[in-house]
């Protein structure tokens, strides 16, 4: 019900906003008032997708089923980058206080920090640039 709400919140505000997706540049899969989401952080989002969803590689290869989970890890990236400049506009900016401690909480949630790590470079990040996404995601939540 959330998710039906946010698609169309989503579709109306990429009607009324400077977003632009699948833009000209061929690194470029979307613009974001200005803010540029590239076709390499879309691939890495879009794999983390299908996991998420419990969707093995292969079944996303029907050209369909592959479009429409593309567009669908896109529009999550759209959303994200939506709500974090909403977030930085009313200055409600995750501290470092909040990243750290659901940092801390994820790496329990796996048998090593090592897992973490490793989960963490199989998804394209470094152990900065996931933090910095982490602060991202949880100021765009509050």
């Not at 999550?76 to 977030?87: D, K």
């Not at 930085?88 to 949630?109: C, F, H, L, T």
Request: glycine share 4%; aromatic share 8%.
């Amino acid at each position: 019900m959330i998710r039906r709400y946010l698609v169309i919140f989503c579709g109306m505000f990429l009607m009324f906003s400077g977003v632009i997706a699948h833009a000209d540049d061929s690194t470029l899969a979307a613009k974001v008032n200005g803010v540029e989401i590239s076709k390499q952080k879309l691939d890495q989002i879009f794999d983390s997708y299908l996991r998420q969803q419990g969707i093995q590689a292969g079944a996303a290869k029907d050209p369909e089923n592959y479009k429409q989970l593309k567009r669908e890890a896109l529009e999550v990236l759209i959303s994200q980058e939506l709500m974090w400049q909403e977030a930085e506009k009313k200055n409600i900016i995750a501290s470092q206080a909040d990243v750290e401690r659901a940092r801390d909480q994820i790496i329990k949630s796996l048998p090593s920090k090592e897992a973490y790590l490793d989960r963490i470079r199989q998804s394209g990040f470094s152990e900065k640039s996931y933090e910095e996404d982490l602060k991202k995601r949880l100021s765009a939540k509050q």
